[in-house]
């Protein structure tokens, strides 16, 4: 694969890990656009800041001059589409930048990438991809499988406007014939990732001997992938998606909350006994998994997802490579490996609180 791919949010959690891995296995020069919001970091491409092949615009995609001129510049084979706005509490405080971005975003870069396809300016291999997510299909009982025809149902203004943004990529194909591809992945987990979702928040709670908040009774489940294998996964559709499909992408690896916080409490008692942490010793708790604690449940929280992976393997030959316990370990291991970055990208306006309860006690 080569050419330019125009890859948006790759300052956040995947973008950055997609832009190392793109560069890695392929030919492609990648140009990051990426506003840097709290979710942002050039720290999260540090090492491959040097890369002749890779360049950084500092842009928002809601920016429709910016992303014309980028497009126009560059020529680019791809548009891939991470930037959003990401976590759900956040979404539950404060929607707006969620409709901003997510769908007044993806609608600005649908746009430019209609108006540069329609000029016959773009290689005839173009893919415009959306990434999005299985929040949208809504929330499963205990048993079935989210398909690529599964209809949307989301609960959460998250969910709600990423959505919106798939119907409107689903549009520009059925009605532009733009090279539309999008998919639909499952809970990631792995290194960069922001200290406000599950597995991060609880390595960095219980590294300061601090109360693990699990919500409600901890029995929602999700479906957890290893980040590097949703990054090689988009990296397959786009070699050999058919335009107008969707494809769901997940680790086939369901788990609940509480067996996600009760495995990394597994994983941190080995890497780092809490007999030898002074933030536990100190307040005289001998063991991680004492600081569990059971808040108030995330309002329309969804209780299960579980994606069906299929299709991506059937046709593309795509399937994850980490199991979940060697991803965790790896996962827990960077942590403790990045505490200064842990430190530095926390050190804004996030400090690990508690949000999206609408204002009620907790
Ligand atoms: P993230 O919050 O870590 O990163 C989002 C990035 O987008 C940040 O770098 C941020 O600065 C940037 N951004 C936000 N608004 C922008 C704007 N207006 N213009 C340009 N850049 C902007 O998110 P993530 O977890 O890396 O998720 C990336 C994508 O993958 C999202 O579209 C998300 O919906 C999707 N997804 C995430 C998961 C998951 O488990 N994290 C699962 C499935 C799908």
């Given at each position: 694969m080569s050419g330019t791919y125009i890859v948006t949010g790759a300052a956040g959690f995947i973008g950055s890990n997609f832009a190392k891995l793109a560069l890695e296995k392929t030919d492609a020069r990648i140009i990051a656009l990426d506003k840097l919001t709290y979710a942002g970091n050039l720290a999260n491409l540090a090492e491959i800041?040097?890369?002749?092949?890779f360049e950084f615009v500092k842009g928002d995609i809601t920016d429709g001059n910016l992303v014309r001129k980028l497009i126009k510049e560059w020529a680019p084979s791809a548009v891939i589409n991470f930037a959003a706005e990401s976590h759900v509490d956040r979404s539950i405080d404060s929607p707006v930048s969620f409709l901003q971005t997510n769908v007044t975003g993806t609608f600005t870069l649908l746009e430019a990438a209609r108006e540069y396809f329609s000029s016959g300016a773009a290689p005839s291999d173009f893919r415009f991809l959306q990434v999005s997510t299985d929040e949208v299909y809504g929330s499963l009982g205990a048993s079935g499988y989210f398909t690529e025809t599964t209809p949307y149902s989301p609960n959460s203004p998250y969910s709600a406007s990423k959505a919106s943004a798939d119907h409107f990529a689903g549009a520009y194909f059925a009605t532009y014939g733009l090279p539309v591809l999008i998919t639909n992945c499952s809970n990631n987990y792995g290194p960069f990732q922001f200290p406000e979702k599950l597995i991060p928040l609880m390595i960095l709670k219980a590294l300061e001997g601090e109360a693990l908040p699990i919500y409600g009774d901890g029995s929602n489940i999700r479906d957890w992938l290893y980040v590097e294998d949703h990054c090689s996964g988009i990296l397959e559709v786009i070699k050999a998606g058919v335009p107008g499909e969707k494809y769901n992408l997940g680790g086939n690896c369901e788990k609940s909350n509480i067996e996600i916080v009760n495995a990394l409490c597994e994983v941190l008692e080995e890497l780092k006994p809490a007999s030898g942490n002074p933030a536990m010793t100190g307040k005289g708790i001998s063991r991680y998994l004492d600081l569990k604690s059971f808040v108030k449940d995330r309002p329309g929280h969804d209780h299960r997802y579980a994606i069906d992976a299929s299709r991506v393997k059937n046709d593309l030959g795509w399937c994850p490579v980490h199991k979940f316990s060697q991803g965790l370990r790896k996962t827990v291991a960077w942590y403790l490996d990045n505490l200064d970055w842990c430190r530095d990208i926390s050190s804004g306006k996030y400090r690990m609180e508690r949000l999206g309860l609408k204002g009620d006690e907790d």
């Open positions: 800041s040097g890369n002749p092949a």
